[in-house]
């Protein structure tokens, strides 16, 4: 997600202006948190605001989950190595 936004030369903030929700929403876009979950009215707003198809912002958001999802698993094995 966030590669999406910065080759839109988007920062959180203005994309966040211009979807009118808060940057704390994009923020956990970028780093997979969450998935943008859109209104049918907002969604085809933040495709032309990305200038992507809807698979490439699928596939984007499905790629930002998994480094998330990634991250949380290696911190949870540092977490349990010595007890």
């Not at 809807?54 to 999802?69: C, G, M, V």
């Amino acid at each position: 997600m966030k590669t999406l936004r910065q080759d839109a030369g988007l920062s959180q903030s203005e994309l966040a202006r211009a979807l009118d929700i808060a940057e704390s929403t994009v923020r956990n876009w970028d780093q997979g948190r969450s998935i943008p979950t859109l209104s049918a009215l907002e969604y085809p707003h933040l495709l032309k605001l990305l200038n992507c198809s809807p698979e490439e912002l699928a596939n984007a958001a499905a790629q930002s989950k998994i480094l998330f999802e990634q991250k949380q698993a290696a911190k949870g094995k540092k977490g349990s190595g010595s007890s």
